[in-house]
């Protein structure tokens, strides 16, 4: 005679698989929302970095003022006294803002790349007898095209003998390739407002998005536009799906990057 027993057997296996279905269902979105809830706090903490280093003004903006955004965000002092762009240096600090943990599962699990990307900003900042002398603004993030770093940063330098620096234009935009991607933006010398505004246009919102920022003209919208307005002056290429993709998923490639002047 059948008990039913068997049939009984199944359905518990059924609603134990079910269960643990559900269970793990459960465990990934909460992991995807505690995620997303500490890339959001990174992306307000930069934003609120960049908006205090917009304040600040070369030869202008004493070390006082310096201080008190390295201390606001608990940064630190650096070891050197010479920048190539920047010439000599009494003093530099750096703020860093980066969630260590997210980073290295991002880099440890490479798959997990659509929601976990190593990110963060850095902001550096030179002193020359008690005086903002140089400015550096750093974006890092790890494209998933080849999983090799880009570097999206906005240089303001000083007016200085020897210092390596094009000063003819408001702002100069270039983009490097090797073995790591370089997106950079350089302020000229006695820059207006407006001029230091648009080198500075960040767009840090792709931070808080699930695989993060993945390209330069996502990250700097304006010198993205300068850029492409170079590479036509120049007969530079742009890939169409450069032009076409509004999300700038696609990076540029070498073959786009301007030859040295």
Not at 126 to 152: E, N
């Amino acid at each position: 005679m059948d008990d039913g027993r068997p049939g009984d057997k199944v359905k518990k296996l059924l609603r134990v698989t079910v269960l643990f279905a559900t269970s793990i269902f459960c465990l990934i979105a909460l992991a995807l929302c505690v995620v997303h809830i500490l890339q959001l706090r990174i992306e307000r903490r930069a934003e609120a970095l960049l908006n205090d280093v917009r304040s600040l003004r070369l030869e202008s903006s004493t070390s006082a003022d310096v201080m008190a955004i390295v201390h606001k965000y608990q940064g630190f002092e650096d070891i050197g006294g010479w920048n190539s762009g920047c010439g000599p240096y009494d003093s530099s600090y750096s703020v860093r803002i980066a969630n260590d943990s997210i980073n290295r599962i991002g880099l440890r699990f490479p798959f997990l790349q659509f929601a976990v990307k190593p990110q963060g900003v850095v902001a550096s900042f030179m002193l020359k007898q008690d005086r903002l002398h140089c400015l550096i603004f750093t974006v890092g993030s790890y494209p998933p095209h080849d999983w090799k770093q880009l570097m999206v940063e906005a240089h303001a330098y000083p007016a200085a003998s020897g210092v390596l620096w094009p000063s003819s234009k408001p702002f100069v935009v270039e983009y490097g390739g090797g073995n790591v991607w370089i997106f950079f933006a350089n302020l000229r010398p006695g820059a207006t407002a407006e001029e230091l505004r648009l080198t500075f246009d960040f767009n840090l919102s792709c931070m808080r998005r699930f695989g993060g920022c993945v390209a330069a003209c996502e990250l700097m919208p304006t010198a993205w536009q300068e850029y492409r307005k170079k590479a036509r002056e120049r007969g530079l290429t742009i890939p169409p799906n450069e032009l076409d993709d509004s999300r700038c998923v696609n990076r540029v490639g070498t073959a786009t990057s301007p030859p040295p002047d």
